[in-house]
């Protein structure tokens, strides 16, 4: 098939999905929150407050779009669209799975594989600070600068250690193409503990140190101080209403996704499973999938709310059928795959949620003497000592 | 026109009209900004040469960290406090009278140069070439250029650094 | 490509060994310092810097007597090489002499500036040895660096700020210029190794005028570093802004090697068009001559005057550069050797009587010194008489080689205006004679003791003018001998 048409295909399938998972990471965002803080959260809109995602969106589009006037208008208007941008972007070259053939057709799950993959990803990354800090400075506003020049300071700062934290599994695989990075980590050892760079590769600490400098990069929490709300209002996006704001909002989101999804290809092995196939790893997914429908099942006979029977009943069944689908033939290979890298990217992404429920938010001198003494060190000494072992391997 | 010219003429306009308006915008977030521009087009340039490391080096590197530096140093000391400032000498009619002689002159040279044929990259395998002449070829001035970079280091550090 | 296809060898670190030296020395020191507290007497890591530069000086004959190219031809150890780093060690050797007690009385002692000064040494010795532009530009980069921030190292000190502003800023601009014709000589001829250029030019028919353009843009970029005219304007506010040492350091060490990547670059690479760029020289030399002595007549600053001197040398230095030919070669050699001995003495002199905060740097404060200091005005005369060219010392042999090159060379107008130039530079350094001798004291206060590394520097370099002065060929030799290998 042309190649160009097969891509616009992928691009029409891959981004509603990936626009709906933006949605719905707030949502799980604010469960998860709810819940590591003993609330409910969401659960006016729908049942469990599943429409609030949809909800939030109308609420976004229709608001004021309330620009004020002494903003730079210019680069007022193209920040908020150039951090989307880059971010959005940069998910492209992630591989979800191997070379499949689907229909005759032969292609890579993902919308395009480049040898050079993992760069042009810290490229474009790197690129999207442009769009905080210059929605920092363009707002001619006090607070929205101090944001500005906190988040290019933080991503200079922690880009060298996530660089070099990124650069020792690099030494292992050696290659930059993402799709080869996984392939480099299939197999087991002893047949058994996955051959994964975070686990049989032994690079434990630097996929810490990425982790760590991931939520600096994304402006997470404990690093959020680009936008640190009880010293900086909102930080860089304090002038931004409606749908600008809600811009820098999926921005941050789908770097999220992003950094989720760089970690499980070079730490966690992509889409290969946690066990062999040979030892029952195909079945996994189907076994989770009827444990929580099971679950579901249980919630739908024993309701706590009326409505419950109903709609934990049908979830139930719906994964039910997921989990029947992991095993029909054509679909599994492609099912199979995406189970697993979605299921780790998902995880990490948990963490991420999990650690802003817990961990207090760093101050502006600490976070700079952390990068510098603490995770620069840390990262060089490992990729030294990694050199010297893959070295001593090779010879 | 082919896809390539295309390409070629429109990374040509961005990498030329991004300096120009560098070095004419008077205030210095736009003149960075423009620069960024200016590094993109020459980005973009590597890439149609099928240099795709040096092209995704020179936005690592350059747009994403020497130039963010920049802006961060722009928007922490407020440059834009000159933005009003006049420039007291004019000798911009000198300036441009010299370029305008150096440009002639280098389209003179231009016509009469004899230049080897162009070469293209091989498509594929480009990050292995640049280590391979990077660390074998050129391993010493890959190794000196740590010291040039150790020197402006304990330099600047040295002229920055608070009394003790 | 096999992994294992380029390791090093035992020889190419031996062709390599000063500058390995002195790069380990400076990193040594740069550890040690951090180790140090900030307290302590730094004085120890000048001594150790002294050993350093001392133990690159006996790397030298070991490079060169493993001749050749290495690290994949980056690196040539010939005797122009060696010649050179000899001579940028031993002006790195008195700066370090002189400026422990100078950094003592200017209450600066930090291990900071030895450091520097040994990373500007090994940055120097590249640039003798690079047989790579690439190599060139980094040396360069290296030596230009450390002196930069060497200028400005007093911080506290307004005009020496100044000075390293102006030194950074002009520097750099000059640098661009010459990578500039780097990267257009990398586009015409395809190589950056000098012998490969000289080769390509060669090897294609006559007159490439994009190289004839690249090879102006780096002469450019060299007479900015080489001080030339008419892009000397930097070197007086940079001499005299700089602390003394670093002063005789700048005007001597990272000038000699820029000649020689000038005299290696023009003479191997660009010979192809010798005759096309003959001319320019002809005017940059005559220039120089003439801009850095009728400047320096009027100067009253001692440290200002020696800097147009020294612009005025360079200029003498060029004529011998515009005669291309191995003799020219040789007598440039000589003469900066020379140079460095007598302008050194010369700046340590003025790096004691300066003083406190360097306050007393005008003639008007050298009046009488004669009676109060007899030693120390004994040896700035030896040095100001070799200088100006008087027979018996190694500034006449210098000039005298040069000029008789030139002769010998057809370069009759040169050589006869170059003549004259030195007949006007007598006047300047005769009125510093004239007050050191026909002037009582302006104050009778009783004269500081001359610190030892001073002394030591002068004596030595009086010692080495005066040798020379009678037996030039003990260097001449030598010059003559390895002139030849940049043909």
Partial sequence: ?395 | MTLEAFFFYAFTTLALGGATLAITRRSAVHAAISLMVSLLGVAGLYLLLNAEFLFVSQIILYIGGILLLFLFVIMLVNLDAGRGLRQFHQRWPLGAAVTAIAGVAFAILWSRAKLPPSQTMPDVGNVELVADTLLQDYLVPFEVVSLLLLVAVVGSVLLARKRA | MNPAAFYPTATDYLRFLPELILTIGGVLLLVLEALTGDNKDKSSLGYLAIAVVLGAMFAVPVALANPGTSFNGMIVSDGFAAFFRMVTLLVGLFTLLCSTSYLSREKANTGEFYLLVLFSLAGQGIMAASNELIMVFLGLEIASISSYVLAGFLRDDKRGSEAALKYFLLGSFATAFLLYGISWIYGVTGATNLVAIRESLAAGTSGNSMAVAAAALMLIGLAFKVSAAPFQAWAPDVYQGAPAPVSGFLSAGPKAAAFAIFLRIFQTSFESFSSRYEPVLWILALATMLVGNFSALWQSNVKRMLAYSSIAHAGYVLVAVTTNSNVGTAAAMFYLAAYALMNFGAFAAVTHLAGRGESHVTIDDLKGLASKQPVVAGLLTVCLLSLTGVPLTAGFFGKFYIFKAAIDNHLYWLSALGLLNSAIAAYYYLRILAAMYMHEPKTTDHPEPVPGGIQLTMWFSAAGILTLGVFPGLVLDYANRFATFVK
């Fill in chain 1, 1 to 395: 098939m042309d190649f160009i048409l097969l891509s616009i295909l992928k691009t029409a399938i891959a981004a509603p999905v990936l626009l709906g998972t933006l949605a719905y990471l707030v949502w799980i965002e604010r469960k998860v929150l709810a819940h590591v803080q003993l609330r409910m959260g969401p659960s006016r809109v729908g049942p469990h407050g599943l429409l609030q995602p949809i909800a939030d969106a109308i609420k976004l589009l229709t608001k004021e779009d309330f620009i004020p006037s002494y903003v730079n208008h210019v680069y007022y208007w193209l920040a908020p669209w150039l951090a989307l941008m880059f971010a959005v972007t940069a998910i492209s070259v992630i591989p979800i799975g191997p070379i499949v053939e689907i229909f005759g057709v032969k292609t890579n799950m993902g919308q395009a594989d480049i040898s050079i993959g993992l760069l042009l990803i810290l490229g474009l990354t790197g690129m999207g600070v442009y769009g905080i800090a210059l929605a920092g400075w363009s707002s001619n506003n006090k607070y929205s600068l101090l944001g500005g020049l906190r988040s290019s300071a933080q991503m200079i700062s922690y880009e060298l250690p996530m660089a070099l934290a990124i650069a020792s599994p690099l030494l292992i695989v050696n290659t930059l193409n993402l799709r080869e990075i996984v392939n480099g980590q299939a197999g087991y050892v002893f047949g058994i503990i996955p051959n994964w760079n975070a686990v049989g590769g032994l690079q434990m600490f630097s996929f810490l140190i990425y982790l760590i400098c991931a939520f600096a990069e994304t402006n997470r929490i404990p690093f959020d101080l680009p936008e640190a709300e009880n010293e900086l209002v909102s930080g860089y996006n304090t002038e931004y209403s409606s749908m600008k704001f809600a811009a820098f909002f999926m921005a941050e989101y789908a770097n999220i996704i992003t950094a989720c999804s760089v970690a499980t290809t070079l730490f966690l092995g992509g889409w290969h499973p946690i066990i062999p196939n040979e030892l029952g790893g195909q079945f996994i997914p189907t076994l989770i999938c009827f444990f929580f429908a099971g679950v579901l099942f249980y919630h739908a006979l024993n309701p706590a709310r009326p409505s419950d029977r109903l709609s934990m009943g049908v979830i139930g069944a719906i994964i039910l059928g997921l989990g029947l689908m992991f095993q029909v033939p054509v679909v599994k290979d492609l099912a199979q795959p995406l189970f697993w890298f979605a299921s780790k990217a998902g995880f990490l992404i948990f963490v991420f949620i999990w650690v802003r429920g817990t961990v207090p938010r760093f101050r502006y001198d600490q976070l700079m003497r952390f990068a510098w003494l603490v995770l620069f060190p840390a990262a060089l000494l490992n990729l030294l000592l990694t050199a010297f072992v893959v070295a001593a391997k090779s010879n």
